[in-house]
Nanobody, 127 residues
Framework: QVNLVQSGGGLVQAGASMRLSCTAS????????MGWFRQAPGKEREFVAA?????????YYAVSVRGRFTISGESAKNTVDLQMNSLKPEDTAVYYC???????????????????WGQGTQVTVSS
C-alpha cells in the first residue's frame, strides 16, 4: 500500500509564503509524475501544479498560480514540494498531493489520471 504523506499548511496573511511537502511512504514505489490539487469550499477540486519525471522533470502550472508557485521534487525519493509565494485569499483551500504511475501518455492537469492521494492540508490566506 502506498501512502502520500503531506506536511505544511496553516494560516498566513496575503502576500506571505508557504511551503508544502509530500512524500510517498513506499520506497520501492515509483511514480511517473506527482502533483498538487486544491479544493475550496463549495468548489470542485482543481489542478495547481505537477512535475513529470518522465518528461525530464517538466513542471506544469495552473494559470492562476503561474509565476507565484514553484513545484520541485526528487523522483528517486518520490518527494514533491510546492513553494507558494505572494499568496492571495483566493488560494485558500485544502491542498492535496497526488501521485501517478503506470501511464506514459497522460495529462498531468487532470485528477483522473492520479492513482494516489495525500490526506489533504488546509491552507488559509487572510486578507
Amino acid at each position: 500500500q502506498v501512502n502520500l504523506v503531506q506536511s505544511g499548511g496553516g494560516l498566513v496573511q496575503a502576500g506571505a509564503s508557504m511551503r508544502l511537502s509530500c512524500t510517498a511512504s513506499a520506497r520501492t514505489f515509483r511514480t511517473n509524475a506527482m502533483g498538487w490539487f486544491r479544493q475550496a469550499p463549495g468548489k470542485e477540486r482543481e489542478f495547481v501544479a505537477a512535475i513529470v519525471w518522465s518528461r525530464r522533470d517538466s513542471p506544469y502550472y495552473a494559470v492562476s498560480v503561474r509565476g507565484r508557485f514553484t513545484i520541485s521534487g526528487e523522483s528517486a525519493k518520490n518527494t514533491v514540494d510546492l513553494q507558494m509565494n505572494s499568496l492571495k485569499p483566493e488560494d485558500t483551500a485544502v491542498y492535496y498531493c497526488a501521485g501517478l504511475s503506470g501511464y506514459d501518455d497522460f495529462d498531468p492537469g487532470l485528477a483522473l489520471w492520479y492513482d494516489y492521494w495525500g490526506q489533504g492540508t488546509q491552507v488559509t490566506v487572510s486578507s
